[in-house]
């Protein structure tokens, strides 16, 4: 499984952005799909994550209610949409994906900073 993530980019406080996450190769084995962050001298954490088949979700109560996963299976799509951006976002954004074997496949990150 190979993940590609995009979207990224500098925003000010307040306003939004929308990351995308593109999925390829042995897809049909995907149960679990999410997004992780890592700030500067932080540990990676879970953002949001959201079940391929069932399209159940969880979002950190960091983010809860300012970011939205979701998923189109028919693109092999993941997003991740992020309102109300703080500061405190600022990080690189990660995509994830999770087998029914429990294999964990990551995206290459990318950068998202809030800032004015």
């Known amino acids: 499984v190979q993940l590609q993530a995009s979207g990224g980019g500098l925003v000010q406080p307040g306003k939004s952005l929308k990351l995308s996450c593109a999925a390829s190769?042995?897809?049909?084995?995907?149960?679990?799909l999410g997004w992780y962050r890592q700030a500067p001298g932080k540990q990676r954490e879970l953002v949001a994550s959201i079940a391929r088949s069932s399209g159940f979700t969880n979002h950190a109560d960091a983010v809860k209610g300012r970011f939205t996963i979701s998923r189109d299976n028919a693109q092999n799509t993941l997003y991740l949409q992020m309102n109300s951006l703080k500061p405190e976002d600022t990080a690189v954004y990660f995509c994830?994906?999770?087998?029914?074997?429990?294999?964990?496949?990551w995206g290459q990150g990318t950068q998202v900073t809030v800032s004015s």
């Open positions: 994830w994906a999770r087998s029914s074997y429990r294999n964990d496949y």
């Open positions: 190769g042995s897809i049909f084995n995907i149960k679990t």
